[in-house]
């Protein structure tokens, strides 16, 4: 199969530097080590990060092989939908594939994702993810149960490019500063996109997750202090 269609990675930026550059580089190598199975569902990766601090930004994601664009870091919701019209004008992308600067997605999962994509999904994700805090070296398990409506998961999302043309480059509800993954979904079940989900135990190997440290918006121990289980 001809690589004619872009996977586009997507992330933002904004402060944890030390751990956004260590995912970033991640992502690099993995597209090294992926590149021919990538090839096999028809993709070419590429990857764009969106900074809000000028130089320090910039230099993480172009030091290890990534676009970069400049916008405001609030409100969050118009910084992600800029990497979204961007890598859907400029790129070209066929997919999106949306990640945060502390998410990590194995292997397995990246091909569970292109395979969906490939399949014809237009939102495809996991129901579940791990959060883990390096400083307690504990690890959280986001169940499905926890999604009254089965969402998939924020990070970790891939988006096709007829969803993105249906919802005109605004997949997330303009002008939010927090609660924006639910919005995307309302805003893509309105126009008729359907997810496709699976679980982390379903896939062998498939591993998502989300790195937290005290700079996250929201800490580890606050999801600790749910009950969720370690």
């Known amino acids: ?17 030390e751990l956004a550059g260590i995912v970033l580089g991640y992502y690099a190598r993995q597209r090294e080590r992926l590149a021919g199975a990538f090839a096999e569902f028809g993709y070419d990766v590429d ?26 870091n609030q409100p ?17 992308a066929d997919v999106i594939y949306i990640v945060g600067s502390d998410d990590l997605s194995s292997d ?10 490939t399949g014809g999904a237009d939102l495809a994700g996991s129901l579940d993810c ?23 998961i924020g990070a970790g999302r891939a988006v096709s490019r007829r969803a993105i043309n249906l919802c005109d480059c605004l997949p997330y509800e303009p002008g939010k500063g927090w609660g924006i993954d639910p919005s995307m979904d309302r805003r893509l079940a309105e126009l008729g996109v359907k997810q496709s989900e699976f679980t982390l135990e379903n896939v062998t190997g498939a591993m998502l997750l989300d790195v937290k440290t005290s700079e996250n918006i929201w800490p580890y121990l606050f999801f600790r202090d749910m009950g969720l289980p370690e």
């Open 1 to 17: 199969m001809t690589t004619d269609e872009r996977f586009v990675i997507l992330t933002c930026l904004w402060g944890r530097h």
């Open 47 to 72: 990857f764009l990060a969106v900074g809000s601090e000028g130089s320090i930004s910039r230099y993480l994601a172009e030091n290890c092989g990534w676009h970069y664009i400049e916008r405001p």
């Open 76 to 92: 969050l919701s118009d910084k992600w939908n800029a990497g979204v019209r961007f890598a859907h004008v400029e790129m070209a």
């Open 108 to 117: 397995a999962y990246m091909l569970q994702i292109a395979r969906m994509m």
């Open 130 to 152: 791990y959060l883990a805090s390096p400083r307690l070296k504990r690890a959280l398990h986001i169940l499905p149960t926890r999604h009254t409506d089965r969402a998939i």
